[in-house]
């Protein structure tokens, strides 16, 4: 029995092990031996026949994208940009056989540098731990955080006033909040779910839960899919009627993969994201992941008036939201006293 049961499990994995035997006979090489290219670049490419088979003529693909080598390089034209898997099909006797190569794909060039004029200050409750902003029909919305402070509520961003207000359970840290249609989506942070309210009065339709993505910071919309930031390198694509996520960017310099997006917004085909901690703002290309441009806010901070809960650490730029009649961007911070209607142009 013994012995049968051995020639059994030999012959298991054996059968099994067509992947496991296709990398001990091949490995895809790259010139240089580089791991990380920018979009558009060309490079060498050759299959290492380990043992000298007869193999035809392999096909490479990323994300399912054939790419066709021409002259022996392939040129990474592709979509979506960063941690890529390149595959390699190979005919070997009279079957195909799969091999890869983990790399990244990077921006073709770096980011622009962007400034800001201050074309009206408006004032802003200094208790709000903002987390999201956004306007619908002149109207802003914000989310607040912090547990037991959490909020999402209705301003009139020119006096300050909040016109309705409803809180989260104590337990929960509100995040970003993007409108589409005649609903408010809201995040939360580490909870794992999301609200999704009534436009027009707040009320509460239903709850969701995250997939893939590890938290709740930012959200933001293209008029068909939600775009969702969670701390890391990505931003998801979220499908609105279900809440499933469908996919993802990532988001990447020429130099490296970024990460720390936190509060969203769309305009034109490029999302806004505060990044953490940081007096800056990054124009990303949504269909990409490229950073585009780098807003510098650096000043705003000096002109908030510190009340009580000012926290010198966490009472950061955070919020930003696009009025689309008046073509200007307002962005406040945590625990900020102000809203700044600002105009965004590159530096000279």
């Known amino acids: 029995m013994k012995l049968s049961f051995v020639t059994i499990l030999f012959v298991l994995i054996n059968s099994c ?3 496991s035997d296709a990398t001990q006979l ?3 090489q790259l010139e240089g031996k580089k791991k990380q290219f920018q979009k558009g670049q060309s490079v060498g490419v050759a299959i290492r026949n380990k043992e000298q088979k007869e193999i035809g003529e392999p096909e490479f693909s990323i994300d399912g994208q054939v790419i066709q080598r021409v002259n022996g390089k392939l040129t990474f034209n592709i979509k979506k940009l960063g941690s890529k898997t390149l595959i390699a099909k190979i ?3 009279n079957e195909i056989v799969e091999i890869s190569k983990n790399i990244k794909i990077l921006a073709e060039k770096a980011p622009e540098i962007y400034t800001y004029t201050i074309s009206n200050t408006y004032p802003h ?3 709000a731990y903002t987390q999201g902003l956004e306007f619908s029909d002149g109207v802003l919305y914000e989310s607040t955080g912090k547990k037991g402070y959490s909020t999402l509520r209705k301003v009139n961003f020119e006096s300050g006033e909040i016109l309705q207000t409803v809180k989260l359970e104590k337990s929960i840290f509100g995040e970003g909040i993007t409108i589409l249609k005649d609903k408010v989506y809201q995040l939360s942070w580490q909870s794992g779910i999301g609200y999704v309210y009534n436009k027009s009065d707040l009320s509460k339709i239903e709850s969701f839960t995250y997939g893939n993505s590890k938290e709740g910071w930012g959200l933001c919309n293209d008029g068909e899919k939600l775009f969702k930031s969670d701390g890391t390198e990505k931003i998801w694509f979220l499908d609105p009627q279900t809440l499933v996520e469908t996919g993802h960017i990532e988001i990447v ?3 490296s993969i970024f990460n720390r997006a936190n509060e969203l917004e769309y305009v034109d085909g490029k ?3 505060n990044v953490y901690g940081k007096e800056s703002m990054m ?4 269909s990409s992941g490229a950073i585009q441009g780098v807003i510098n806010f650096g000043g705003l901070k000096k002109l908030i008036d510190k009340g009580e809960q000012w926290d010198e650490q966490n009472s950061v730029l955070n919020g930003v939201a696009y009025h689309p009649e008046r073509k200007s961007f307002f962005v406040t911070g945590k625990n900020w006293n102000k809203l700044f209607e600002v105009q965004i142009q590159k530096k000279e």
């Open 17 to 19: 092990g067509g992947t």
């Open 26 to 28: 091949f490995d895809i």
């Open 91 to 93: 005919p070997y006797d």
């Open 125 to 127: 409750d200094p208790s």
């Open 253 to 255: 310099t020429n130099k």
């Open 271 to 273: 999302i806004y994201a």
């Open 283 to 286: 124009i990303i290309d949504a």
